[in-house]
């Protein structure tokens, strides 16, 4: 069975930092893969997402990831913090395709302190 | 126009209650889903619908009964509500298919309190 594994819990950064988090999943196939951000009090919202073709993927508000198939990785880039990505933080892997739900990790919380 | 809607947002009610949460996606996607976010954040998937047939039914206790009555749409039913039933239910919806990739969307959650 396929598994996530988000392992920064909770981040805090000051305005401007640089940030990343990790995310390994646990697959030998094809997989899809996808970051999504949750706001407080709101609901998910894709940030980016990786199929195929370049492993570095660029989403929304900055946001950019890297896919490593040799390391099972896919970890969330963005050079500049600002105060309101403040946020729960999602990788999700889906095993290629077929009739699978996605497989959330843990979750990062990221506190961005002005 | 929201593309997935759930109602209520909030559902307040007493342990051995029998509630429902409604879904409706206008995205015209043939597979619908229900998360389970708890207390901790963690998301994991209770049920999963295509084309109104259950094709995911995970390790969930059976007071929960998921109906769909049509593409757009998927019910959650709880029956006997639990203390340990209080969490945040997000419904999501995708397009599966040949060369499909699954990108999921989600709804804005159903917090439901059991006291």
């Known amino acids: 069975a396929q598994s996530v594994s988000q392992h920064n819990h909770h981040v805090i950064l000051s305005e401007a930092a640089s940030l990343e988090l990790g995310c390994n999943y646990s697959?030998?196939?094809?997989?899809?893969l996808f970051w999504y951000v949750q706001y407080p009090g709101q609901h998910l919202q894709l940030l980016l997402k990786?199929?195929?073709?370049?492993?570095l993927v660029k989403g929304i508000k900055g946001f950019e990831a890297e896919f490593i198939k040799s390391k099972f990785s896919f970890n969330l880039r963005k050079p500049s913090v600002q105060w309101s990505d403040t946020a729960e933080y999602f990788c999700a892997v889906n095993a290629g395709t077929g009739r699978r739900a996605l497989t959330f990790g843990s979750g990062t919380r990221l506190q961005v302190q002005p | 126009d929201t593309a997935v809607s759930q109602t209520p947002k909030y559902l307040v009610t007493q342990m051995g209650n029998d509630k429902s949460i409604k879904c409706e996606q206008n995205l015209g996607h043939d597979t619908m889903y229900w998360y389970k976010q708890d207390s901790k954040k963690f998301l994991k998937i209770m049920f999963s619908?295509?084309?109104?047939?259950?094709?995911i039914n995970e390790t969930v206790p059976n007071r929960f009964s998921p109906k769909s009555p049509d593409k757009a749409h998927l019910n959650l039913h709880i029956n006997s509500l639990e203390l340990g039933d209080s969490a945040v239910y997000f419904c999501?919806?995708?397009?599966?298919?040949?060369?499909?990739?699954?990108?999921?969307?989600f709804g804005p959650g159903t917090r439901l309190t059991v006291l």
């Open positions: 619908y295509n084309n109104k047939e259950l094709i």
């Open positions: 697959y030998g196939g094809t997989v899809n």
């Open positions: 999501a919806s995708s397009q599966l298919g040949t060369g499909s990739y699954n990108e999921q969307f």
């Open positions: 990786y199929f195929s073709g370049d492993p």
